[in-house]
């Protein structure tokens, strides 16, 4: 079982930043893939950024490339996104994910590959 608990939303002007936080109740160095979704009003959840349980092959989808940033603290069991030169369109319901599972990897990115998730943090991106 894996609790996550999401921080560090709230409102920022456009070319903005913005640093999300999410703690997890057991250590994340045992937890095989961590992630970022977001789901905007009338969309489905997307992946945003996903890591492995060793920190390598931070993976992120078109969109944010370039732009955000996802970390791991094994010490603070807590997951990051740096998230810079934001957009309107980043604009969501921000959600950390985690998965158990050892074979999930190739699947990164779908929403069905993550049995864990937070309770989201509101980010919007507005003048």
């Known amino acids: 079982q894996v609790q996550l608990v999401e921080s560090g939303g709230g409102l920022v002007q456009p070319g903005g930043s913005l640093r999300l936080s999410c703690a997890a109740s057991r250590s994340t160095s045992s937890i095989y893939t961590m992630a970022w979704f977001r789901q905007s009003p009338g969309k489905e959840r997307e992946s945003v950024a996903v890591i492995r349980r060793d920190n390598s092959n931070p993976s992120y989808v078109d969109p944010v490339k370039g732009r955000f940033t996802i970390s791991k603290d094994d010490a603070k069991n807590t997951v990051y996104l740096q998230m810079e030169s934001l957009k309107p369109d980043d604009t969501a319901v921000y959600y950390c994910?985690?998965?158990?599972?050892?074979?999930?990897?190739?699947?990164?990115?779908?929403?069905?590959?993550?049995?864990?998730w937070g309770q989201g943090t509101q980010v919007t991106v507005s003048s």
């Open positions: 994910a985690a998965s158990l599972r050892r074979s999930v990897w190739s699947a990164r990115f779908s929403t069905f590959s993550y049995d864990y």
